[in-house]
């Protein structure tokens, strides 16, 4: 059996024929889309309980996190966004009944009245939309939903999560004092920048 390093490359030393399934992980994306006075746009969807942001599971066709985002956002709402912030990461852990999987949360910044007005939502899966103040959404949110919003909304730098909670030590202690990440993706060309700063 060889082992598995890649997409398909084998491990240099590997002696043994054969390979090491990778593990398949769901990886979703959602929008925080806002309004010219700050209001989030929430979603009721009609397969769930509770209320929701725009988003859901990427195709396993290669698309990116980003793409995922755009695309979710394009279907269930009829808007289109063209730039966005990486502001959380969230790794859930699988249960039973629940895959687990990797959630990307892009800030998607405030839309115009015009842009929102051309809201059309996708009945097969959204039954109504709201955009509501920052402490009513968290009110209303889901609770992993909730969390990973309510982190994000606290920074302007990526937050790393695990099931929804802040990780105290993303970084080396020294690393996490002396830097500080910013994400940012800039469609159509779906760039992904990272700058560091000194904190």
């Known amino acids: 059996m060889a082992v598995v390093i ?3 490359e084998a491990a240099p030393d590997a002696a043994v024929t054969g390979t090491i399934p990778l593990p398949r992980i769901p990886v ?3 929008a925080m ?3 010219r006075a700050g209001r989030l746009l929430i979603l009721k969807p009609v397969y769930k309980s509770g209320w929701t942001i725009p988003g859901g599971v990427m195709e396993a066709d290669g698309e990116t996190p ?6 979710e956002v394009r279907e269930e709402t009829g808007l289109e966004v063209s730039r966005g912030r990486l502001a959380a990461m969230d790794f859930r852990r699988p249960r039973p009944g629940r895959p687990g999987g990797v959630r990307f949360l892009f800030e ?3 839309l115009s009245d015009r842009a929102l007005a051309g809201l059309v939502l996708q009945p097969e899966e959204v039954s109504e939309s709201r955009l509501v103040p920052l402490p ?3 009110a209303l949110l889901r609770g992993p939903i909730r969390r990973r919003v309510r982190a994000a909304t606290r920074s302007r730098q990526l937050v790393y999560l695990e099931d929804g909670r802040q990780v105290a030590r993303a970084l080396p202690d020294d690393q996490a004092e002396r830097v500080a990440g910013r994400v940012a993706v800039d469609a159509p060309g779906h760039l992904l920048a990272v700058r560091a700063r000194p904190g």
């Open 136 to 138: 009513d959404a968290l």
């Open 108 to 110: 998607c910044g405030k």
């Open 28 to 30: 979703s994306a959602g």
């Open 66 to 71: 980003w793409e995922a985002c755009r695309r």
């Open 6 to 8: 890649g997409e398909g």
């Open 33 to 35: 889309i806002f309004d």
